[in-house]
């Protein structure tokens, strides 16, 4: 087995795919193509201890757990306990449960934190000989729509390194190398500021018995589990609020408020933020051999938990694609891009009508605040609203991959080469 710090060389190295990024992206991508028997090296700027502490998404959706037990990885892979499909909707302070099960056998979405399927991918990646490399600065791509791109950075210590490969997967985020690589004009982007801001909170406090969304007039609420003794919180703020101005007493007063649970037991509080609510839609997902993938191809709004998952749904799609070319058919590599957007579209339109119904219904203007409540209505009474909720909750589409492989008659208008 490689060491984690890469065995160093001092002349240029060569390999099938370099994997920039060790987050969720980056180390699905990674251990997929080594299960596949595929070489590759994967360069993350941060040491381990930080990327293994990274706290975000807590719910891998009924698709991609599918997914990784299609590859054969689901008890290496997976952490977390099944989750039972249940969401808690606190409307005014009245509760509605809603199933995402939609009756497909299979196993179900498992409740796990970002940090434990990354600490989870790592061990595998490392298990099977992977080769994974902290603490590399100064990480710069070339020749990218040449037949061999070059990737260079430097080692902790310094020292300067050169990798040869066939491909580049760009695992590092909208702001990482990878995407900020590619020319001006080679992309069109998509962009929407949902104008919202979200303060979450992470605290030592007991989690609830289903993820929970809370709608009043006094703003969207929600409060999620994040283990057996911690809870993610979330209350809607304006987009531009310092965090300091929520202290402690005011940050359990507004969610007792909020989710309707004047009881609600408090805890230490161990990190706050706020951000944006925003979309981000990179098209194509691909710039010659560079292949764009999660965060580094599109961001979408946190409701509905779809970043991390559409995230691991590129990795299956790229790491099968791979395993093609190295067999000799490229087809999946051109259709790469109009097959993940077709997803990602889908999802993007879930997660703004989710958003807006939720923030809407509490305190939007009356017209608006009436519409919302008349789809939430809709989806607690309409066994069609129900379903058509638990398709889109759970990513499970029967169509969906059937219909991508039929579009790339025009690869340049769908995102392919």
Known sequence: MAEETGQLQDSAESTTVVVIGAGPAGMAVATLLRHSGIDCVVLERRSRDHVAQRQRAGIVETRAVRMFDSWGLTDRVLGGVPYDGILEFRVDGRSRLVSDSDGSDGPPARLCPQQVLVQKLTTTYLEDGGDLRFEAADVSLHDLTGDRPTVRYRTADGTPRTITCDFVAGCDGDRGVSRTTVPDGALTTYAFDHGIGWLTVLADAPPPAHPLLAVSREGFAAHFPRGP????????????????????????????????????????????????????????????????????????????????NLALYDADLFARAVRDSVQGDDTALHTYSARCLRRVWNDQEFSHWLTRTLHDAGDAEPFLRNLARARLDRLFTSPAAASAFAELMTGLDPTGDAMAREVPGNLSALGGD
């Open 229 to 308: 003794r911690s809870s993610r919180y979330y209350l809607q703020c304006p987009p531009d609020d310092d965090p300091d101005a929520w202290p402690d007493t005011r940050v359990w007063d507004a969610l007792r408020t909020r989710l309707g649970d004047p009881g609600l037991v408090s805890g230490p509080i161990t990190d706050r933020e706020i951000f944006r609510l925003r979309s981000l839609v990179h098209d194509p997902m691909r710039y010659g051999r560079l292949f764009l993938v999660g965060d580094a191809a599109h961001i979408v709004s946190p409701m509905g938990g779809k970043g991390m």
